[in-house]
């Protein structure tokens, strides 16, 4: 009983710690789009609001934006930022994603169609977590890439 009771509080403690891990990430919140300072390329979507949350023990990451046609997207994923590919929903262009921490303010992502690789790149945030930088690589449904480089202020 006594080992049930050690490993019930041990498995809380650890929740309990990642949940407090998660709320002080530098990712966590909303970020919005600067415009102006972002250099993307031609067909290059847009994604104007990207918010990071708690869901439990995972992160849930919502895009709000525009595709190359200028139609809204709405995607959400689900998951932990530990590289292994977790569904994506809403999205015409890739059916999974993963993130993996680099550093306490750097995350590099990968987007996936059908196991292909369609989207790949980092995520920084400046270290008064003021800022968001995504600089990725989108190859487009012709096989043109496409180079982008997003600026975010926190919102």
Same mark, same amino acid.
């Given at each position: =009983?006594?080992?049930?009771?050690?490993? $019930?509080? $041990?498995a809380a403690m650890c929740f309990l710690g990642a949940a407090v891990a998660f709320a002080q990430s530098p990712f966590m919140g909303t970020w919005k789009l600067n415009e102006a300072k972002s250099k993307l390329g031609p067909g290059a979507p847009k994604n104007t609001t990207v918010v990071y949350e708690a869901a439990g023990d995972n992160i849930k990451v919502t895009v709000e934006g525009t595709n190359s046609a200028g139609n809204p997207t %709405? /995607?959400?994923?689900t998951g932990? =930022? *530990?590289g292994r590919e977790y569904a994506v929903t809403g999205s015409p262009t890739s059916d999974m994603r993963s993130y993996r921490m680099i550093g306490t303010h750097t995350l590099s992502f990968t987007e996936t169609k059908g196991g292909k690789v369609v989207t790949s790149g980092r995520i920084a945030v400046s270290a008064d977590?003021?800022?968001? /930088?995504? /600089?990725?690589?989108? /190859? *487009?449904?012709?096989?043109?890439?496409? %180079?982008m480089t997003s600026f975010y202020d926190k919102g």
């Open positions: =009983m006594k080992a049930r009771t050690t490993a $019930l509080t $041990l %709405h /995607t959400e994923w932990k =930022m *530990d977590g003021k800022t968001r /930088t995504v /600089t990725a690589t989108e /190859t *487009d449904s012709k096989g043109k890439k496409i %180079h």
